[in-house]
């Protein structure tokens, strides 16, 4: 059983900075790419930054994000992370890790997703 465990969300200042780690646990599987949405009250979820595992570690983030916020991995650690500097109140939102993960069981490739993280930035 695949699972995704979220840490690190809180409450910070504008300008301020948090880090989100998201870890995958579970045994027989490949983790494709990982990624972070966000989903403010009565709003969509979003994409906010991606990253792929199995071929190079490219990264893609949103156009709100770009210059503040930084994904990178530990694949020892099936690890994510997501640096968040420069902190404004719009980026306020429960924050959820997704990633995509071949396992044995399944037999193919399905993403999963973690609980979510409430991150809360005061003006």
């Known amino acids: 059983q695949v699972q995704l465990v979220e840490s690190g969300g809180g409450l910070v200042q504008a300008g301020g900075s948090l880090r989100l780690s998201c870890a995958v646990s579970g045994s027989a599987f490949r983790i494709n790419a990982m990624g972070w949405y966000r989903q403010a009250p009565g709003k969509q979820r979003e994409s906010v930054a991606a990253i792929t595992i199995t071929s190079g570690g490219s990264t893609n983030y949103a156009d709100s994000v770009k210059g503040r916020f930084t994904i990178s991995r530990d694949n020892r650690k099936s690890t994510v992370y997501l640096q968040m500097n420069s902190l404004k109140p719009e980026d306020t939102a429960v924050y959820f890790c997704?990633?995509?993960?071949?396992?044995?069981?399944?037999?193919?490739?399905?993403?999963?997703w973690g609980q979510g993280t409430q991150v809360t930035v005061s003006s």
């Open positions: 997704n990633a995509n993960i071949y396992t044995i069981q399944s037999g193919g490739d399905r993403d999963y």
